[in-house]
T-cell receptor, first 113, second 116 residues
Framework: EDQVTQSPEALRLQEGESSSLNCSYT??????LFWYRQDPGKGPEFLFT???AGEEKEKERLKATLTKKESFLHITAPKPEDSATYLC??????????????FGAGTQVVVTP | GAVVSQHPSWVICKSGTSVKIECRSL??????MFWYRQFPKQSLMLMAT?????????EQGVEKDKFLINHASLTLSTLTVTSAHPEDSSFYIC????????????FGAGTRLSVL
């Protein structure tokens, strides 16, 4: 059975204190791994998609990396506006699940001034 | 680009009534849209995949007759919660797939449904 596990569940950071979020996955054929940011009461906002091990993508203070078993989202020198829940999702190559996303439970990040 | 609009953002209804939620892709055509449900402090659970011009595909355990999905055009999908009950209260979110292989999903802002 496909599984997506995110850790930690919650993370409290001081402004400027860099850290990493983990997303480990067990799927039968990865098509893509996605990172989203979700603010309270809002829909997820697309951040990155990664397709193959070794791939890295960056956007402002965020950097996502991918291995064959997990992905990391690095937050460098975070600011209070980076506070959100970060969701990891996987998409598999199975025909009957084409396009579907399976989400992890998310990591709630709070950045204090 | 890739803006998905969802309406209404919040709805309160009486038990037994039906509620319709709209999901529109504003600046692109979406042959495939998805409907999710999210409970407090939990992640998104896929309810169904909506394909333009054909019947929706529901996930296991989702009642087709309770959650009616219509994808009549390339920019609009609707979810109707029929005969709503308090246990249907939740946050409903739609997404539309975009890209050459249509594998990147962009999400609407969500609809908070409260059934009294």
């Amino acid at each position: 059975e496909d599984q997506v596990t995110q850790s930690p569940e919650a993370l409290r950071l001081q402004e400027g204190e860099s850290s990493s979020l983990n997303c480990s996955y067990t799927v039968s054929g990865l098509r893509g791994l996605f990172w989203y940011r979700q603010d309270p009461g809002k829909g997820p906002e697309f951040l990155f998609t990664l397709y193959s091990a070794g791939e890295e993508k960056e956007k402002e203070r965020l950097k996502a990396t991918l291995t064959k078993k997990e992905s990391f989202l690095h937050i460098t020198a975070p600011k209070p506006e980076d506070s959100a829940t970060y969701l990891c999702a996987v998409q598999t190559i199975l025909t009957d699940s084409w396009g579907k996303l399976q989400f992890g439970a998310g990591t709630q990040v709070v950045v204090t001034p | 680009g890739a803006v998905v609009s969802q309406h209404p953002s919040w709805v309160i209804c009486k038990s037994g009534t039906s509620v319709k939620i709209e999901c529109r892709s504003l600046d692109f055509q979406a042959t495939t849209m998805f409907w999710y449900r999210q409970f407090p402090k939990q992640s998104l659970m896929l309810m169904a995949t909506s394909n333009e011009g054909s019947k929706a595909t529901y996930e296991q355990g989702v009642e087709k007759d309770k959650f009616l999905i219509n994808h009549a055009s390339l920019t609009l999908s609707t979810l109707t919660v029929t005969s709503a009950h308090p246990e249907d209260s939740s946050f409903y979110i739609c997404s539309a797939a975009i890209g050459q292989t249509k594998n990147i999903q962009y999400f609407g802002a969500g609809t908070r449904l409260s059934v009294l």
